[in-house]
């Protein structure tokens, strides 16, 4: 099986910076994409920022030049930089990581990180 585990998040005040971060690990073959995806409460779950193995990344528009996505293939590790937070981008935040593992292709996630934006 293939772990996904999160970490970093936290309160923070609006216009402040966070770093999160997630690693994959387990019986992993490969990993073709790795993302972030976040949910508010009464909301649906939604897309954050992706990035493939050769380092194509994709954002959603509303954190678009706040946020910033890498990753280290070595360590099956992704991180997600949040720069100048809104009360908006409150929400669990989750590491979605798509593997083939010597089971099974397909999405593993993790269990999810809270990130509040409040003065």
């Known amino acids: 099986q293939v772990q996904v585990v999160e970490s970093g998040g936290g309160l923070v005040q609006p216009g402040g910076s966070l770093r999160l971060s997630c690693a994959a690990s387990?019986?992993?073959?490969?990993?073709?994409?790795m993302g972030w995806y976040r949910q508010a409460p009464g909301k649906q779950r939604e897309l954050v920022a992706t990035?493939?193995?050769?380092?194509?990344?994709n954002y959603a528009d509303s954190v678009k030049g706040r946020f910033s996505i890498s990753r280290d293939n070595a360590k099956n590790t992704v991180y997600l930089q949040m720069n100048n937070l809104k009360p908006e981008d409150t929400a669990v935040y989750y590491c979605?990581?798509?593997?083939?593992?010597?089971?099974?292709?397909?999405?593993?996630w993790g269990q999810g990180t809270q990130v509040t934006v409040s003065s």
């Open positions: 990035i493939t193995s050769p380092g194509n990344t």
């Open positions: 387990g019986s992993i073959v490969s990993i073709n994409a």
């Open positions: 979605n990581t798509k593997a083939r593992s010597a089971f099974r292709s397909g999405d593993y």
